[in-house]
């Protein structure tokens, strides 16, 4: 059974950094892509990062310059360092692993149970 868990958010001051984890866990083959959306209250989920196993990257506009994807193929885990944050960035923070090969299985399609990131004075 595949399991992703995010960690690491919090209350953050505007201005303030954090650093999200996602750890995808199981009998993993390998993953294709992982990607960081998120949530605010009452807004549809939105990209906000991805990143291939070949190292490209992809961001929204509203983050590119201060939040950085990155990815450890061996550990299977995705981690978004977050810089600079606005209140805008409020929000419930997923994780979704996708292409996602398990040993002998198709590709499939993850999701974690999401992070609270909270910015504010």
């Known amino acids: 059974q595949v399991q992703l868990v995010e960690s690491g958010g919090g209350l953050v001051q505007p201005g303030g950094s954090l650093r999200l984890s996602c750890a995808a866990s199981?009998?993993?083959?390998?993953?294709?892509?992982m990607t960081w959306y998120r949530q605010a209250p009452g807004k549809q989920r939105d990209l906000v990062a991805s990143?291939?196993?070949?190292?490209?990257?992809n961001y929204a506009d509203s983050v590119k310059g201060r939040f950085t994807i990155s990815r450890d193929i061996a550990k299977n885990t995705a981690y978004l360092e977050m810089n600079s944050l606005k209140p805008e960035d409020t929000a419930v923070y997923y994780c979704?692993?996708?292409?996602?090969?398990?040993?002998?299985?198709?590709?499939?399609?993850?999701w974690g149970r999401g992070t609270q990131v909270t910015v504010s004075s």
């Open positions: 199981g009998k993993i083959f390998s993953i294709y892509f």
């Open positions: 979704n692993a996708n292409g996602l090969r398990t040993l002998g299985g198709p590709p499939s399609n993850w």
């Open positions: 990143i291939v196993d070949d190292g490209s990257t």
